[in-house]
């Protein structure tokens, strides 16, 4: 343990990359958008609450009989030898880890690759349309948000920090996951 501060990264990421594109064919027109970003990392409040309390896979060893943590003791005559304490208080030593005294045991990388949004139309011939005396007509389907590839061991590593006025990067605070959704819309041009 240290009382300097430590360096552990850089909460604005290096890049954000998104790549969309178009393809038609007749009268069914299909887009999609993928996002990405990469190369920062910020602090989870809501892994560090779940580790602290054993809600979590990485504290399973231990639970229930104690655990014996990598490292050494003193010895009486000044020697080490390796660790051999069985930590019974097992809150306390998964906080010790993962808590408030361990910034980096919640410290992840915040990158990730989305699939942020699909839409699939069909826009109806001109000779169908002129018959019902309208001047254009599409139905459809969409979703937002469908599909995210990330190591963030929550829900969602794009969020922001409310503080005041400000809206602060690198801190995750029980954030909510971004919301999917899903829809259909019909255009009609009269």
Known sequence: MTDEVVYLGNTIPKGKVSLG???????????LLFDAQFGGVSHSLTHYKLAEQGKTKNTLPGRYSGIIGNGVVQNADGTYRKNDVIATDIDEYYRSHYGQDNAEGSTFSTNFIKFREARFDYSFSKAFVNRLKLQKASVGVYGRNLVIWSNWPNFDPEFGTLSGTDIVKGFEIAQFPSTRTYGVNLVVGF
């Open 21 to 31: 594109h178009e393809f038609k064919y007749k009268g069914f027109r299909l887009n």
